[in-house]
């Protein structure tokens, strides 16, 4: 038996991972094990799904990667036809785009199960994220739920962190005023804000912007992790086909494409890349914290 999980949703992949994972040691003697295919053989796949366990169990084999692995995925077309009557599981588990024309594709769907997880449409996020608020023994009202599927738009990851930490702040129902309170979107807004001055070349403004952080008592770090996070965020919207189906809310997304039309692709790699030396530096002690935010700006 051959299962792919694959999508750009990776929390609902993980999920259902972690289910069938369950779900199979539920079996009495089933042998789980893990291989990521990086740097596998075929051989060695061969080895897995096809040779015994030495108590003659049942296999349950996770292999992550295999998209990435061009040779594998050619010996796997033309020599493992045996592997979709292996009473064996393999599950191929994917982070990684891929196409529906690719070869391992075509090869599993002929005889396997495969199981693709997209962003949630919007009604069926607020239905995802009311249902998790739920299960938490948590409450929220509609302009509430409304503003956190916001906020936090379709990364499933930090909507649990969210839901977690606002239903552990909130006494009764969560409100607007908490969301806005915990999440912290008003230093968001002024990274924006920091960032615009940045595209702007107004390299005294965003100075100043960062420094009214740090008068805040804001760490160089975290201002640092922010603007890093939104110029990738700019990067992932600047080569999606279509910026509004990428995992950003739609708030970052509309944010992110505009302040990415000022930015060539390879000027927004370059300044990431930039933002991140300066990082390693100061946590390094190469770079005196005091002055770097003077250093990032000057050299981007």
């Not at 739920?145 to 738009?153: K, Q, R, S, V």
């Not at 969210?162 to 702040?169: D, G, R, T, V, W």
Request: aromatic share 10%.
């Amino acid at each position: 038996m051959i299962i792919l999980l694959y999508g750009k949703d990776t929390y609902r992949s993980k999920q259902r991972l972690n289910e069938l994972k369950q779900e199979f040691k539920n079996e009495s003697g089933i042998n789980e094990r893990f291989l990521d295919a990086k740097n596998l053989t075929f051989e060695e796949l061969k080895n897995e799904v096809l040779g015994l366990s030495f108590f003659n169990e049942k296999k349950l084999i996770i292999v992550e990667n295999v998209f990435l692995n061009k040779t594998l995925k050619e010996e796997i077309k033309e020599k493992g036809k045996d592997f979709l009557t292996s009473e064996n599981i393999i599950i191929f588990y994917e982070q990684n785009k891929i196409l529906k024309a690719d070869l391992l594709y075509s090869f599993i769907r002929k005889k396997g199960t495969i199981e693709e997880f997209n962003f949630l449409e919007e009604e069926e996020l607020k239905n995802w994220v009311l249902n998790e608020i739920e299960k938490e023994g948590g409450m929220i009202g509609d302009s509430a739920l409304n503003l956190l599927c916001e906020y936090a738009g379709n990364d499933l990851w930090r909507q649990k962190n969210e839901i977690s930490k606002l239903i552990a702040f909130s006494k009764e129902k969560i409100t607007e005023k908490e969301i806005k309170l915990l999440i912290n979107i008003e230093t968001e807004l002024n990274i924006f804000n920091t960032v615009e001055a940045i595209a702007n070349n107004d390299k005294g403004k965003a100075i100043r912007l960062i420094k009214k952080h740090l008068d805040k008592g804001e760490s160089i770090f975290g201002i640092l992790a922010l603007i890093s996070i939104q110029f990738k965020n700019m990067i992932i919207v600047k080569t999606a086909e279509d910026y509004r189906r990428t995992s950003l809310s739609p708030f970052l997304q509309r944010k992110s494409f505009y302040q990415s039309e000022k930015f060539s692709l390879e000027d927004l790699k370059r300044i990431y890349a930039k933002i991140v030396e300066i990082d390693i530096s100061v946590k390094t002690g190469k770079i005196d914290e005091k002055i770097a935010i003077e250093t990032l700006i000057l050299n981007i």
